[in-house]
């Protein structure tokens, strides 16, 4: 690295403010155990060139200070995240490695100029994660949990999109579910402490799965696996990617995979008959989850769980849990119909139609998701477990059809302000031109053309929700590695615009918006 490479970073370092978060890394260090954990494969001593101490040790001292609070729902000792990292930067290449390299892919986030730098370093940390990989996949039996190993293919897997927003992880997230379903099948002879380890990794894994679910065709673990996660997770802690509801997390994934699915049939060439056929296995499914679902309860506060930090009780993740099971139930409303039908009134419009009554049932849903969204203050350290739902939420916010156009006349200004361009159903009246008679000036505004109509409280709703969904989605643009939010924000904006185009019955769908613009990325 440059020099001037080297400088850059020393200056970035020394104007990053700390987070109130987490403690220093000097306390950090104190707590950290000299001695190698037992499950840790020997692997060559790690070291440093002395041209490249100071620039590890300050990617260090950035990946506590700054990337962890970041990368975690909250943060605290009971984030198990820092806790892994406390245990075994020091003595593990690999974690080590992986955190330096989670660092630079941090900063180049926000500093281009950083980029080789930050691949450099994902380079690096992928061979040692290889090496230690081969050792550990030449293992007949384990005999405890191989912890830096899984925590390090997490640590590249989730953020390999800092630094490209269309890349998933998916070699490091693919490593991690077929090394976790081998732990898994060999966990009964594994230690207390090892069990809640794997217990964490598959909360952990069941959270990528769910990133995963919505932009992508991959296949999860299969039926048998999940069950036997299922029953091995227990949520006496919180996790810091899945709250305080690992379930809900799994069934947002099975909802939104099954949405896919049904989206992609329909899209295709296909026999009829056999269309069909799927299509009601489909509607069986999507009942099984809504039943699910609509049993779930989330405690908002309890005294035997505790996050140990002060800007994000646990509340705040019931919260996130409970926006996740709205965000489930809407999307399986908005694409099955059938769905929506065995719940209305036999005398129901929508009997007559075949179409989703959105004023009666999807608008209502995701507005009251954006009120749970709203009891969640902006400041929560939930932000980088966030950005699914402000898309999910954006989903159901079309305006009702009778004040479409009226609707984006009142609120053009204010569109053109969030979404940084005009919207496609705004109002452009003939320029006016400056008059030194100030009646003059005024009248002539007044005899303007224009384009009035009533609008209904659900229209003004609707604007005022969509302006919340954009506010906070520049907040986690500004608080999160921003590549990602960018993605996000660009798909809920392609959303709207074709909502606004859309007149009449609601023909289209987010799903096809995401994939006919390739606006992709891991929104979390």
Request: charged share 20%; net charge negative; glycine share 4%.
């Amino acid at each position: 690295m440059s020099d001037g490479g080297m400088d850059e970073i020393s200056q970035l370092f020394a104007e990053e403010p700390v987070s109130p978060r987490q403690p220093s890394l000097g306390v950090i260090v104190q707590q950290s155990g000299a001695s190698r954990p037992a499950d840790q494969t020997q692997l060559a001593p790690y070291s440093l060139s002395p041209s490249l101490a100071d620039t590890s040790s300050a990617f260090i001292i950035n990946w506590f200070e700054q990337v962890c609070p970041a990368w975690s729902g909250f943060d605290s000792n009971a984030n198990l995240n820092r806790k892994i990292a406390i245990d075994l930067w020091r003595t593990s290449a690999t974690v080590c490695s992986s955190l330096e390299s989670m660092s630079a892919a941090f900063l180049a986030s926000r500093l281009p100029s950083m980029r080789q730098s930050a691949l450099r370093l994902m380079q690096r940390a992928t061979d040692f994660i290889q090496a230690e990989l081969q050792v550990v996949k030449a293992q007949g039996e384990f005999r405890s949990v191989p912890t830096g190993l899984v925590f390090s293919l997490f640590c590249l897997g989730t953020t390999v999109c800092w630094v490209d927003s269309r890349l998933y992880g998916l070699p490091f997230l693919r490593e991690v579910r077929s090394l976790i379903r081998r732990l898994n099948a060999q966990s009964a002879s594994f230690s207390t402490a090892n069990q809640d380890m794997l217990s964490f990794f598959n909360k952990s894994l069941a959270y990528c799965e769910m990133l995963l679910s919505v932009v992508r065709d991959d296949e999860p673990l299969d039926q048998g696996d999940a069950d036997l996660a299922l029953q091995i997770i227990e949520e006496r802690s919180p996790h810091p990617w899945t709250g305080v509801s690992t379930l809900t997390t799994r069934l947002f994934a099975e909802s939104i995979r099954l949405c896919r699915s049904a989206r992609h049939r329909l899209r295709q060439a296909m026999d009829p008959q056999k269309y069909f056929s799927n299509a009601l296995q489909d509607l069986i499914g999507a009942q099984r989850l809504e039943e699910q679902l609509l049993e779930l309860e989330f405690p908002s506060e309890t005294p035997d769980v505790d996050t140990g930090d002060s800007s994000t009780p646990v509340s705040h993740l019931a919260r996130v849990a409970e926006a996740y099971r709205l965000s489930s139930l809407l999307h399986l409303y908005q694409t099955f119909p059938d769905l929506v039908s065995l719940r209305l009134p036999a005398e129901s419009p929508m009997t007559e139609s075949g179409s989703v009554p959105w004023d009666e049932w999807i608008i209502p849903l995701a507005l009251r998701l954006v009120k749970v969204l709203e009891h969640i203050p902006a400041t929560s350290g939930t932000r980088v477990i966030q950005p699914l739902l402000y898309i999910s939420a954006s989903t159901g916010l079309r305006h009702d059809a009778p004040a479409t156009s009226d609707m984006m006349g009142a609120f053009g200004s204010l569109q053109q302000d969030l979404m940084g361009g005009t919207g496609s159903n705004m109002f452009s009246p003939p320029p006016l031109f400056d008059s030194h008679n100030l009646s003059q000036y005024i009248s002539q505004m007044a005899e303007a053309p224009t384009r009035e109509g009533s609008m209904s409280n659900m229209t003004l709703d609707v604007g005022s929700a969509r302006h919340f969904v954009m506010r906070r989605l520049s907040i986690l643009e500004s608080s999160l590695p921003p590549t990602p939010v960018v993605v996000a924000k660009d798909l809920v904006q392609s959303i709207w615009r074709a909502y606004d185009n859309d007149i009449g019955s609601p023909t289209v769908h987010w799903i096809d918006v995401m994939e006919d613009n390739d606006l992709r990325s891991m929104f979390g």
